[in-house]
């Protein structure tokens, strides 16, 4: 059948059928032994043997003579694999049958083909929206059920199985070895989530108002909980209308030549108009129906093989946890943007959890800052520091100070005050704000942060309404926005003095390296025309930042481009090791003034170099001239470096080579990740007070030392870019890309940031590319739109729940046209005595930004197995307090997961599988020390799709429809041969071609005839005068548009040596590299869990 036929209608397999209240099932414990028959699960709480290598009930290891193997596996129910042929378009999982790929240590094959995943499409999950007060879903996690406000359909009996490829799916065989351990015995959990109150069901199981969970041989039912339906929750199926729809599960197919076993499972329950079937899957194709296959025939060891006859009930072996029992991020997303996208986000109430960073939402501001400048943990504080270290949830914001707005919404309004300056507390220093409380008819007010009381200036009395609040507070942005700026007097300025604008001075290159690789041609064609977008304020017509040039090898030259000059001068300086700026005038320009000279320039370095044979560069004299110039011309700025190589030459900052693999994974690991020398810590010092800022491009074709060369862009607040093997023709593009844009944006130089915060809690920590010469003050010589700073908060005394608590950022700025400038963001949140409500207030994605920053930080001076495990550990203590403290009573067995944190499981393990902790053989110390600084100061919608990439298929939605198709999750399963997918990270895009994809589809994506004639690695689509070419091309620079760095495309194809780096991305899959897939890690957190509960 081909992929785009309906699946034949065919009943559903186990539908949840009633259980009546109070009525005990199963003789486990006393309790009254059920007349049900058997079903396919595990026992719910008795004792299960550890997670072996050995096939769920119905599954037979097939011995290597024992036929031929079957050609793939389609997907069963809830994704369970079963066996089935399939032509063009079908579902195929990893390399074709002809292709034996090697398996990883610690998984065993059961059976001699390779394992065939499922494409399957999210299902429709309960409302991620207003607060969910619970939800208890329990997954059978090896041998155990999931139970929840309903109880998913239990699967049909016969299971089929596959070997695990070189990248395992997420196929549940747990391994003894590895990682994780195994489980001891009798301890395999099953899932849940949950709130107290309201239930969403599990994935995959349309909502219900009955509850029942399957029994299992020997086993007791838990009763499920149930409770009122959420917002938007129906009693029928999934709504079709939503983009994601559950998929059908298909009837299961026997292996050509299998036989049945034991007694035969129960028969599918007919549907019913109380019980809507799921939505037929769109997608795989699927032999005619069947009836539900109990078992199939195994010589494996302990069980029988009774040809076609009923063999007695034999013991359930641990059974493959379903992936799409367990919580998809996919889902949650979609719900998300579902129930929250449609609305704006008003901030007038105090603690309330914003929509996810993947959901498109307007901002109102109402006094509190939108969003997109802070993201905290939790927007509900533990009232004291003892609730807060039972908890182990990090109390932290992610700030953005200078976030870049949607058009439709209004940037921060400036306030001028004149030359009495911004309002303040006298004793704390807050800034004026919403918050603050004005007493005694206007005349005085109250600070809420540390409650001090201060006078109202005569300039700025004003009286009071009824309830107390001025009559002019919504005439004023500081009395009823959460974010403005005021424009700061000259006691805000470096020595009592307004500032000069900015200046940026462009810093090259020029040897052997540099100028092979056509670099040097390329970027000064490219500044001709870039030096007329330099970032400029409002509506001035043009900028007043001024540039200036350097090239450099072994020595330095400046050049001296006035306008009044015929042509530029040029300048040596050898003598590195002291280093002075040889001019002040005619250095730093106006672009309009010199044009020609500029221009001249530019064309002549090209020639200038043309034949040099130097090999050798300097790099810490290059920033220590950029940084003498800027202080000559007493300015703030910005040095663009252009660096090729490991600076060898004889200079200060001079590096040696010392990349060595042997130290992963010993405890001087963490030297790689730490600078060689201390000089360029106190190099950046210095910059930062001069407000000299450093963005580095490199184009290294070795090793060249990122630890320590992006030690200065790091300390002042600038960004590392690297082009690793740069050649024009393939790199051309993101290069100029990310140069442009770099110019472009807008930067405020020579910053201070600090944060305040109301008494009960303050600022311990700070995460970021920035420095700090004391414990409050961040200090940036540079800060853009895309760089955050992450700030930790502990307690220093109890706090309230009536008043809560407060946070106010003030960021101290030069502009891009030299105006010195405070923005305020100002953030209420709620204060909790009971711990559910911190739980119910969490957002996952802050925390795991948080956690990946306090990590990545923490490979500087631990080894990282220590880091991990510390990861680890405090990930467990925060679910295991959840499961201690807020969940309904129900068998330990049960993993039992808060609603706002049942991606935490996921998320994390993707952080312990990244690169920085957990790198793959191809992964060079270079890219592990890129990766570390990068991540350091992205922002939340940054790490989200950073550690887990957004999958896309192309070609499952109509070709006319060009929104952005929903995604799949990020696992070999979703792949189907017969489809195309995009995949990104912010950094990485792929588009993945399957073997089977129809011809058409070959002809218009890529303008060749068959699959085999496409080039892998393909880097540029051609431009095709067609609709799904005009779509593809679109999403792909839709993609672009939405992330702060060029994603260069590579193309792959199915089968590819490339897709081994594609793989990699899907991170609920085992990891090459050793990292374990999501059903894996969820055992093991479960298995954690219960080891700190017991």
């Not at 999210?122 to 996690?141: C, D, F, I, K, R």
């Not at 002549?604 to 202080?631: N, S, Y």
């Not at 330990?892 to 609603?899: F, K, R, S, T």
């Not at 499952?956 to 929104?963: A, F, G, L, M, R």
């Amino acid at each position: 059948m081909n992929v785009n036929q309906s699946a034949p209608p065919v009943p559903p397999f186990g539908q949840p059928q009633p259980v009546y209240p109070g009525y005990h099932q199963s003789s486990y414990g006393g309790q009254p032994a059920s007349t049900a028959a058997p079903t396919p699960y595990g026992a719910y709480n008795g004792p299960v043997p550890g997670y072996q290598q050995t096939p769920p009930p119905g599954v037979s290891r097939a011995p290597a003579s024992s036929g031929a193997p079957p050609t793939s596996t389609a997907q069963g129910p809830c994704g369970q694999t079963a066996y089935g042929q399939f032509g063009q378009g079908d579902v195929q999982n990893g390399p074709s049958s002809g292709v034996q790929m090697q398996r990883l240590p610690g998984s065993q094959p059961f059976a001699s083909a390779p394992l065939a995943p499922v494409v399957s499409q999210p299902a429709v999950l309960q409302p991620y929206g207003p607060p969910p007060t619970s939800a208890q879903v329990t997954a059978q996690l090896a041998g155990m059920q999931i139970s929840g406000a309903v109880a998913p359909a239990p699967p049909p009996s016969g299971l089929g199985y596959g070997p695990p490829t070189s990248l395992a799916s997420a196929s549940g065989s747990f391994p003894n070895s590895g990682l994780y351990g195994s489980y001891p015995q009798g301890q395999a959990p099953p899932l849940g989530q949950g709130h107290p109150g309201a239930q969403p069901p599990p994935r995959s199981v349309p909502p219900q108002a009955s509850s029942f969970t399957p029994s299992v041989s020997g086993g007791p039912r838990m009763p499920s909980m149930t409770g009122p339906l959420l917002p938007g929750q129906s009693f029928g199926g999934p709504p079709v209308s939503q983009p994601n729809h559950v998929s059908s599960p298909p009837p299961q197919a026997l292996p050509p030549g299998t036989q049945m076993t034991g007694p035969p499972g129960p028969p599918p329950p007919m549907h019913s108009a109380q019980q809507p079937g799921y939505q037929l899957q769109q997608n795989g194709s699927f032999g005619p129906a069947r009836g539900p296959q109990s078992n199939y025939g195994s010589p494996y060891p302990g069980a029988a093989t009774f040809g076609s006859q009923p063999g007695p009930p034999q013991p359930l072996p641990p059974k493959r946890l379903d992936p799409d029992a367990i919580p998809s991020p996919i889902q949650v997303i979609e719900d998300d943007r579902n129930n929250r996208g449609s609305e704006p986000f008003v901030t007038g109430l105090r603690g309330q959890v914003p929509p996810l960073v993947t959901t498109n939402f307007l901002v109102k501001d109402q006094g509190n800052a939108s969003p997109r400048y802070i993201r905290c943990t939790s927007y509900n504080i533990p009232c004291t520091s003892d609730m807060a270290k039972q908890a182990q949830v990090p109390l932290a914001a992610v700030i953005k100070p200078l976030a870049r707005l949607p058009p439709e919404e209004a940037s921060p309004y400036v306030v001028d005050h004149g030359e009495s300056g911004p309002l303040r507390c006298n004793r704390c220093k807050a800034y004026m704000c919403p918050f603050m409380q004005f007493v005694e008819g206007g005349r005085r007010f109250q600070c809420c942060f540390c409650s001090c009381i201060n006078d109202v200036p005569p300039q700025y009395f004003q009286h009071l309404d009824h309830t107390g609040k001025r009559v002019d507070a919504y005439d004023r942005p500081e009395l009823s926005l959460g974010s403005y700026e005021f424009l700061a007097t000259v006691d805000y300025c470096k020595n009592n003095k307004f500032p000069v604008p900015p200046a940026f001075i462009f810093m090259i290159d020029v040897s052997y390296n540099a100028v092979r690789s056509g670099l040097v041609r390329l970027l000064c064609e490219e500044l001709k025309s870039l030096l007329d977008f330099l970032p400029r304020e409002g509506g001035a017509e043009e900028s007043a930042i001024r540039v200036g040039f350097v090239t450099y090898n072994k020595v330095l030259h400046f050049y001296n481009v006035k306008s009044s000059l015929a042509q530029p001068q040029m300048m040596v300086v050898s003598d590195v090791g002291d280093m002075f700026v040889p001019l002040l005038d005619g250095f730093l320009v106006n672009v309009n003034e010199s044009r020609a000279v500029i221009t001249s320039l530019l064309d002549q370095i090209p020639e200038m170099f043309a034949d040099t044979r130097e090999t050798e560069t300097v790099f810490a004299p290059v920033i220590q001239a950029g940084m003498e110039a800027l202080k000559a011309a007493e300015c703030a700025g910005k040095l663009f470096l252009f660096h090729t190589s490991l600076p060898i030459a004889e200079a200060p900052g001079k590096l040696k080579n010392r990349d060595d693999r042997k130290l992963i994974n010993t405890d001087k690991e963490k030297t790689l990740f730490q600078p060689q020398s201390g000089a360029y810590q106190t190099l950046a010092k210095e910059c930062v007070a001069q407000g000299c800022c450093v963005d580095l491009f490199l184009f290294p074709n070795q090793y060249v030392d990122v630890a320590t060369l992006s030690v200065v862009p790091q300390l002042t607040g600038g960004s590392v870019y690297k082009y690793a093997c740069f050649q024009v023709e393939n790199d051309q593009e993101r290069f100029l890309s990310d140069l442009r844009r770099d110019v472009q944006k807008v930067v405020g130089f020579d910053a201070v940031m600090r944060v305040r915060t109301s008494t009960g809690i303050r600022a311990v920590d700070f995460f970021g590319a920035f420095y700090m010469s004391n414990t409050t003050d961040v200090e940036l010589a540079g800060l853009d739109g895309d760089k955050t700073v992450t700030v930790e908060f502990k307690h220093d005394d109890r706090l309230n729940e009536e008043n809560g608590a407060l946070l106010q950022c003030a960021l101290l700025y030069t502009s891009c046209a030299g105006q010195r400038r405070l923005r305020i963001h100002n953030l209420a949140l709620n204060c909790c005595t009971q711990l559910a409500d911190l739980y119910r207030n969490c957002e996952t994605d802050t925390l795991i930004n948080y956690m990946a920053k306090f990590a990545y930080r923490g490979v500087l001076s631990s080894p990282v197995k220590t880091v991990r495990d510390t990861l680890i550990t405090q990930c467990a203590q925060i679910l295991a307090c959840y499961r201690k403290n807020c969940a309904s009573p129900s068998s330990a067995g049960q993993l039992i997961l808060p609603e706002c944190m049942k991606l935490l499981p996921v998320y994390l393990n993707c952080v312990l599988k990244s690169e920085v902790l957990q790198p793959g053989a191809e992964v060079t110390t270079d890219d592990r020390a890129y990766v570390r600084q990068l991540v350091t100061s992205m922002d939340v919608a940054e790490t989200n799709v950073f550690f887990y990439p957004r999958l896309l298929p192309l070609t499952k939605s109509p070709i006319e429809n060009t929104t952005e198709p929903p995604a799949v999750r990020a696992s070999e399963e979703r792949l189907s041969n017969g489809d195309i997918y995009l995949l990104e990270n912010g950094l990485n895009l792929f588009l993945w071609v399957g073997a089977s994809v129809q011809q058409g589809v070959v002809q218009s994506l890529f303008g060749v005839s068959s699959f085999s004639q496409i080039t892998s690695g393909l880097s540029v689509l051609p431009v095709l005068d067609n609709l799904l070419s005009k779509k593809v091309r679109g999403l792909i620079d839709s993609l672009r548009a939405q992330r702060s760095r060029y994603m260069k495309l590579i193309v792959v194809k199915q089968e590819d040596k490339l897709e081994m780096l594609f793989k990699h991305f899907l991170v609920e899959d085992k990891s090459l590299s050793g990292g374990a897939s999501y059903v894996d890690f969820l055992c093991h957190m479960h298995k954690e869990i219960r080891q700190l509960l017991s």
